[in-house]
């Protein structure tokens, strides 16, 4: 079996991997997991010798011990530093502290006290507290729960909602440095295909990557965008993500890979003109501007500021059109200062069109009006394109399902996360509950499979119509992941009545006198000798 070897080093320490050349890349990874002594919730990062991100996977190029490739391990769910600063203190040197110290105290003792699996316990029901309200009463006074209430847990109680200024200047500082080195070749197209894996960069790596997109697009040269300009716009669009689970700078950056994706899987470049493109990419980059986490419906209920300025119509999505050309009114951050008016006049005009399509209450209108010219559809026909940028939004924003498993799970948790927030809210205000972000109602599968049957497969497969090219890249992702949601679904159903059975016996049991009370109840006429 031919195999290949490479040679990295962790920490400075020299380690080599020795692989298959077929090896899955699940394996691959988890052999570099475990030279790093990673935790299964770290996120591993590999440097080739010029200092550039390289993809961990069985295609990469075997080296010789004089040009060691560089492991870094980083935390999952947050850069660790905004995670410091938020916190206080550096969460991951604290928590190998800690498994440092149990592991002296398994040597000596023999074997874990039982006093740490309380305090492990304590500090569990403690974590469960800081992130919900179900524990507070509605004078605010705390009561106890009788079981846990199972949730994702990337600390968004422990920060602010809107980033810091030292949180920002920092992301800049590193994204300018980063930004003058080579990407290589191999992320570049992996850049291209849905199968990105976002977890594994973090935000002024992700600046970096959004630059790579409008570069590789040819944006720069055919707009004449300058390059401390297009810096600047990113850093701006960083700064208005706000600190939520799930409509954060990640998420921008998803939508946008997947519209950036779909542009070259389609072939979109010799279709429609440049300027179109420039619309889908920048409309994707800004559709979510200074997000709250709360949904149109929460807006319009409590009547918040944005509602009334909009007059209850899609009040979130004309917010982030106007906090996106408020960027861009910026002469430092404006990438279309370059353009003729009638040229920024189209922009604008198609920015704000993409970015209102968003609004999932127009998603059958704009659905129909797709289907209705799909029969006929002419790349020359404008309306026609209009109708197309705005559906390939729509599947860009909500392709989280797209992708592989273990890049859209955790994205549906930090969903569920934020509808609970959202839900939670709304009972503590007395506004209408959500019903699909009630956490006394909702599952995880239960949250999918009705989605993906009803809104992502009719939405998905009227686009392949046009590009079946497609069929392979989103809809059979999204075939696996409704059966993976199916069979969670009936798991739970199956646990739920073992349960409920286990109830009933136990129930039943204790309900049933044994023959010992039954004797000393009738007395001696029971006994066997007076019978």
């Known amino acids: 079996m031919e195999t290949k070897i490479i040679y990295f080093t962790v920490n400075g320490r020299p380690e080599q991997a020795e692989f298959p050349v077929d090896c899955p890349a699940q394996d691959v990874k988890d052999l570099f997991r475990s030279a790093a002594e990673a935790g299964p919730h770290d996120i591993l990062k590999l440097y080739n010798p010029k200092g550039n991100i390289i993809n961990i996977s069985p295609q990469l190029t075997p080296n010789s011990p004089h040009s060691c490739y560089k492991l870094e391990v980083v935390a999952a769910d947050c850069n660790s530093t905004e995670l410091a600063v938020a916190l206080g203190f550096d969460l991951s040197s604290m928590e190998k502290r800690l498994q440092s110290l149990e ?8 074997e874990t006290p039982a006093i740490v699996y309380e305090m492990k316990r304590q500090v569990e029901s403690f974590r469960e507290k800081l992130e919900s309200v179900e524990h507070l009463s509605w004078l605010g006074l705390f009561k106890e729960l009788s079981e846990g209430t199972h949730k994702p847990s990337p600390f968004y109680h422990k920060r602010t909602l809107r980033k810091t200024r030292e949180e920002c200047e920092h992301v800049k500082e590193k994204f300018l440095q980063m930004s003058s080195l080579e990407v290589s070749e191999e992320v570049r197209q992996y850049l291209k295909t849905p199968t990105f894996d976002n977890w594994q960069w973090e935000d002024a790596e992700i600046m970096v990557l959004l630059q790579v997109m409008y570069t590789d697009l040819d944006f720069i040269s055919t707009f ?11 850093y701006e669009v960083y700064k208005r993500y706000n600190n939520i689970p799930f409509h954060n700078f990640k998420h921008c950056f998803c939508v946008t890979q997947m519209m950036y994706g779909l542009i070259w899987l389609t072939d979109l470049r010799s279709k429609i003109d440049s300027i179109d493109l420039l619309i889908m990419l920048t409309s994707a980059v800004c ?13 319009i209920n409590a009547r918040t500021e944005l509602a009334l300025r909009y007059n209850d119509i899609s009040p979130l999505e004309n917010h982030h059109c106007a906090v996106a050309f408020e960027i861009l009114e910026k002469t430092e951050s404006n990438i279309f200062r370059n353009l003729t008016t009638e040229q920024y006049k189209r922009i604008r005009e198609g920015i704000i069109k993409c970015i209102l399509a968003t609004d999932m209450s127009r998603h059958t209108e704009i659905l129909n009006k797709f289907k209705a010219i799909l029969p006929v559809f002419d790349f020359s026909n404008k ?24 890049v859209a799970e955790p994205w549906l948790d930090c969903l569920l996360q934020e509808f609970f927030n959202q839900s939670d809210m709304e009972k503590l205000e007395g506004l209408p509950v959500t019903p699909f972000m009630d956490r006394d109602k909702v599952t995880k599968p239960s949250s999918q499979t009705g989605f993906i049957r009803f809104v992502l497969f009719p939405l998905f497969i009227e686009l392949a119509n046009l590009f079946p090219c497609l069929e392979q890249h989103i809809i059979d992702p999204v075939r696996k992941a409704l059966d993976y949601y199916t069979e969670m679904e009936k798991a739970l159903e199956r646990e739920k009545q073992n349960r409920s059975q286990s109830e009933k016996t136990k129930l039943k049991e204790s309900n049933t006198p044994k023959e010992s009370e039954l004797q000393q109840e009738m007395g001696p006429a029971l006994k066997p000798s007076t019978v």
């Not at 592991?103 to 023999?110: P, V």
């Not at 559709?287 to 807006?299: C, E, V």
């Open 103 to 110: 592991k002296k105290i398994l040597i000596e003792a023999g």
């Open 224 to 234: 004449n965008i300058e390059l401390d300009v297009l810096q600047q716009f990113l």
């Open 287 to 299: 559709h979510d501007l200074d997000h709250t986490g709360y949904n149109n419906a929460y807006q």
């Open 383 to 406: 309306d026609h394109r209009d109708v197309l940028m705005m559906i390939m939004i729509k599947v860009s924003d909500i392709s989280n399902e797209a992708r592989p498993m273990d």
